[in-house]
């Protein structure tokens, strides 16, 4: 590894933080390290929001690093390099344009004549199983078929480095089955000159599949946590112990708490903690199904994951939803439920929303911040903004918005605040303030309708 | 499903023979060339101020004025269209520019379309000495100022609305900025921008007739044209001339759209970003007719030829490898360079302002007409809840039946493009009949074109009520008044505000000359500010003239900030059904 003239890809000390005009930065890649070499395929994994896809974009150029060296065959990448190609998640194909048209669109940015170009194109067309849809809109193809014309797009340009942001996390199960199998016939056969391939993926399972080793991102800043090396031969058995060990482990890894001494009581969450996205409806689903006699509150997380049939990132904002709340336990890639968590999941609909409550306002800073404004207030309300701009001392306003309207969302399950889309104004449930006593009846709390 | 698209590119086919399609095209090409050229040779002539042009009242000219009025909103929709892709490309790609060209559109769009026309008239005649010229492009001007400033704005919107993985793929793919805008940017934009275009031209006949006969400094000049015709004959007070120019007008509009608008529209279909199922697909008779000619693929294949030689010339040099290419500076206290220098010339402006209002027409005067606006401003109010009560539920009975739909809507649209001033000296002739007060009837002028706007927008609204939210309705027996508060108003309001805000734009802008009124010489006039600025236009007196029209800007800014946006965004945020 240490021969640089293998190495497609090198990065070193790489440093991004966005800064929004007058707040202080958010960082979001800190130290990463990274290489790609000749003949493998690499896989990034990591929660939503750990900075995997800016890591890929910046090697792509899209964007531009703040510190560190970003490296192609020992240049420096400054913008996007005729050697690297993306396949989009949304595919982003360009709807007017036709299936050929699409494929041909770098072809012609490079000023290739139109024979080389149609020479090229219908080669790689009827190479990824496109033949006969040239002249097809994107808009007439299935959601498998567009994303093959994202791929075509990318390999006429005849990369040495594939980049791939979550290609097949948009397509459903079988077709991105399919699609995946296709990709590393194509690769494992040498039918296409790709030398190196990068892959961001929110599925443990395809991850193992498809790549000779997995990086596993932290979050907050982002930076590479594990690497994991998949010694196995291709195609893979999924069943096989040797690749359940590894999907194990990964699972292992990416539920490990940072640096928090296993017993030790949980730290305070700070206001602006990112919080997980989990509807109320889910975590009791997920509770519930742990009560199940073949977990009897204690699960493996792929078995978990198998049960609950959702995706991967779906199952991570969960458990770490049920974690902060004080519902499970997770260690080694197994999920103990706690006694309150039992508690909550056995309980009537009544009992479970004054158990989420509890927690809600115990556990999470943000919840008992914004309950305890609202007991303050004369009128018991506060209009939203007040919170955002909190809260946008931390995150990025999109970021602010999303966390709010999670904890609203909770806050309006457990009842311990309302919401009036409206008006864009919190207030205390109307029950709560007639046992206040002290504060003057409500304004106008139900002012629309 | 069926579809017939001309494509983007078209190679060069081998067979380039005539086919029958070819019999029916070659014709009709040829003719609208011979047409362009013999009109547009006419607008050249020698003229000068007090000259009489010549003009006749008999319908056997017609055609020909019509083509003479066509060739005038040609002009100015090419025109309007290259302001367009320059001022909002640039508004959208430099930040600098954006901060002051976006509040000037904003300001130009309500200025009133006829004030542009009474203020720059004098200016173009002198450009010309000699030439009719000079008083063409006064007229083609006033059409622009009717087109230009909302397809700007829609092309403004789209630029800034491109969906984020498409820039990034056309960055990573390498894209020049000349083929981001011919791949990306433009076919991005073009179903809003020419659904624009559509609508301009729509209001733009009102113009077109109201610019063709002007009066500058007590000279009356008419250029040949339906617009002048209609003068002519309210002149001579020839009703049956005006019956003739009305049909004139119908035949005309059709045309265009069939001509037109329906191949454009049908065409631009494929630029859609997102289909909703169901939609109907537009089709155009005229443009299969097109695709199916041999002819015409091959002339259409010459943009495909200047494609490929324009690739090499623009591609990107820089592969984003190395030195980094050059790199945006980005100086911080510039911003601030640049905003304080925009306040200084916005304050000199007023100052400057301030001090021509103080010498030239005294602060009476500006209380005057602001008194005046207001009572324009009452009726405009007035008349768009009448127009509302009355259309609103006629736009919804229609809307939620298809059928009736199908054959209403054209109708609808066709009306709210047809120009409503042609009508005008028959509401005259029927007030002094009646001996009705000028002051109430001739206001119901003001909406006769623009009501139309508010009925095709309901329709189309009730129309677009999801069949499963009126199943819903039906299952749980909601009935009367309830189902009118729960399900219809609720549904129809985003498309409602869209109409009420064109018609009210529509509406102060014909108060100038629906406010003053003439039959022969009889001349009616209503108290307003639309009135005040025609009898400044008619005296040329230039002060009066910018004062009315500042004043009713100003009026119809705070209009549109205060209500109408607000309106909107209600209607956007609260009751859009996705």
Redesign the interface.
């Known amino acids: 590894m240490t021969n640089t003239a293998d190495l497609l890809i090198n990065l070193t000390g790489v440093r991004k933080a966005f800064r929004t005009p007058d707040r202080s930065e958010r960082l979001v890649l800190e130290g990463v390290n990274f290489q790609l070499a000749e003949g493998e395929i690499v896989a990034l994994l990591g929660k939503s929001g750990s900075g995997k896809s800016t890591l890929l974009r910046i090697i792509a150029g899209l964007i531009k690093p703040n510190g560190g060296s970003v490296l192609y065959r020992d240049k420096t990448i400054s913008g996007p390099v005729n050697g690297i190609s993306m396949v989009f998640q949304s595919f982003a194909l360009f709807p007017w344009l036709t299936v050929k048209q699409n494929v041909e669109l770098g072809l012609e940015a490079l000023a290739v004549p139109a024979k080389e170009r149609d020479e090229r194109s219908t080669k790689v067309i009827d190479l990824i199983g496109l033949g006969g849809f040239e002249s097809a809109y994107p808009r007439e193809l299935s959601g498998g078929m567009r994303q093959r014309v994202g791929f075509a797009r990318a390999l006429v340009m005849s990369p040495d480095v594939l980049l791939m942001d979550e290609p097949f996390s948009a397509l459903d199960v079988l077709t991105a089955e399919t699609l995946r199998g296709d990709l590393l016939e194509l690769w494992l056969e040498r039918q296409i000159p790709t030398k190196g391939i990068l892959f961001v993926s929110h599925n443990i399972e395809e991850a193992v599949t498809m790549a000779d080793r997995v990086l596993i991102f932290s979050s907050d800043p982002g930076r590479v946590k594990a690497e994991i090396p998949v010694n196995l031969p291709h195609p893979r058995d999924t069943e096989s112990p040797a690749f359940k060990a590894i999907v194990d482990e990964v699972y292992a890894i990416m539920t490990q708490q940072p640096q928090r001494a296993a017993g030790t009581a949980a730290e305070p969450l700070s206001l602006g903690y990112r919080l997980p996205e989990a509807a109320p409806h889910k975590i009791t689903g997920m509770l519930e199904n742990l009560l199940d006699p073949q977990f009897d509150g204690k699960a493996d997380l792929p078995q978990l994951a198998e049960q609950l049939e959702l995706p991967d990132d779906t199952l991570f904002q969960l458990l770490e939803a049920s974690r902060l709340l004080g519902f499970i336990h997770v260690e080694q890639g197994d999920v103990h439920l706690l006694p309150a968590g039992r508690a909550f999941a056995e309980a009537e609909t009544a009992e479970r929303k004054k158990i989420f409550a509890e927690h809600l306002l115990h556990h999470i800073s943000l919840a008992s911040h914004i309950r305890r404004i609202l007991d303050e207030r004369r009128d018991h309300r506060a209009p939203e903004n007040r919170f955002l701009q909190e809260l946008e001392d931390y995150l990025t306003d999109d970021e602010a918005e999303r966390v709010l309207d999670q904890v609203i969302n909770w806050g309006r399950y457990a009842e311990i605040f309302e919401y009036d889309y409206n008006s864009g104004v919190l207030s205390l449930p109307e029950a709560d303030e007639e046992t206040d006593g002290a504060a003057p009846p409500p304004s106008e709390s139900a002012a629309a309708q | ?1 069926r ?1 017939t ?1 001309i ?3 078209i ?1 060069f086919g081998p067979d380039i023979r005539p086919n029958a399609w070819d019999l029916v095209a070659l014709p009709l090409v040829l003719a609208v060339v011979w047409l362009l050229s013999f009109g547009g040779g006419q607008m050249s002539t020698p003229y000068n101020l007090g000259d009489a042009l010549p003009m006749s009242l008999d319908p056997s000219h017609l055609p020909y004025y019509l083509l003479r009025s066509f060739l005038r909103m040609a002009v100015g929709l090419v025109c309007s269209l290259l302001f367009t892709l320059v001022y909002a490309t640039l508004a959208a790609k430099n930040k600098y520019a954006e901060k002051i060209l976006i509040p000037i559109l904003d300001v130009l769009q309500s200025i009133p379309i006829l004030g542009f026309l009474s203020i720059t008239v004098t200016g173009f005649i002198a450009l010309f000495p000699g030439n009719l010229l000079g008083v063409e492009c006064a007229a083609i001007f006033a059409i622009f100022t009717s087109q230009a400033w909302n397809m700007t704005f829609s092309l403004y919107q789209s630029l800034r609305t491109i ?1 984020h ?2 820039e ?2 056309a ?6 900025p000349w ?1 981001r805008f011919w ?2 940017e433009l ?2 934009a073009s179903p809003p921008l020419i659904w624009n275009m559509m609508m301009s031209v729509s209001g733009g006949w009102f113009f077109v007739v109201a610019s063709e006969a002007i009066t500058v400094s007590g000279q009356s000049i008419m250029l040949p044209g339906i617009g002048s015709y209609i003068a002519l004959a309210i002149n001579d007070k020839d009703i049956y001339a005006i019956g003739w120019a009305i049909l004139a007008m119908l035949g005309g509009i059709l045309a265009y759209d069939q001509l037109f608008f329906r191949p454009l529209i049908a065409w631009a279909d ?6 909703t199922p169901g939609e109907e697909i537009p089709t155009s008779f005229l443009l299969d007719v097109m695709q199916r000619t041999r002819l015409l693929r091959f002339l259409a294949s010459a943009p495909a030829f200047l494609w ?1 030689v324009s ?2 010339l623009f ?2 040099r ?8 050059m790199r945006r500076v980005n100086i911080p206290w510039f911003d601030k360079v640049w905003n304080i220098f925009l306040a200084l010339v916005a304050a000199y402006a007023l100052i400057k302002v301030g001090e021509f209002v103080k010498t030239e027409v005294g602060m009476d005067e500006v209380i005057h007409v602001f008194l005046l606006s207001l009572a324009t401003a009452t009726r405009v109010i007035v008349l768009i809840a009448i127009a509302s009560v009355i259309w609103v539920p006629i736009g919804v009975w229609i809307g939620l039946r298809p059928r009736v739909a199908q054959t209403v809507q054209p109708i609808a649209q066709f009306l709210a493009a047809f120009p409503a001033n042609l009508m005008f000296p028959v509401a005259v002739l029927l007030i002094l009949h009646f001996n009705a007060s000028v002051e109430i009837w001739t206001s119901p002028l003001m909406i006769l074109g623009t009501q139309w706007y508010i009925l095709f927008n309901v329709i189309a609204g009730a129309s677009a009520i999801p069949t499963d939210l009126k199943d819903a309705a039906g299952n749980f027996g909601l009935k009367g008044w309830l189902k009118w508060k729960r399900l219809i108003l609720p549904a129809i309001f985003p498309s409602y505000v869209t109409g009420a805000i064109t018609a009210s734009g529509g509406s102060w802008n014909a108060s100038i000359v629906s406010e003053l009124v003439s039959w022969g010489d009889t001349t009616l006039v209503a108290t307003g500010v639309g009135a005040y600025i025609a009898q400044a236009t008619a005296a040329g007196d230039f002060p009066r003239i910018a004062l009315g029209i500042c004043m009713m800007c100003i009026f119809v800014m705070l209009f549109n900030r205060q209500l109408w946006r607000r309106l909107y965004r209600l209607a956007e945020e ?1 009751w859009r059904i996705d």
């Open positions: 499903m579809r698209i494509p983007a590119t190679s969906p993985d498409l990034e793929a960055e990573m793919f390498h894209l020049s083929q791949r990306l076919p991005f494929k630029f859609k970003f997102e289909t490929e690739l090499p591609r990107r820089h592969d984003g490898l190395g030195r980094p290419a609260r």
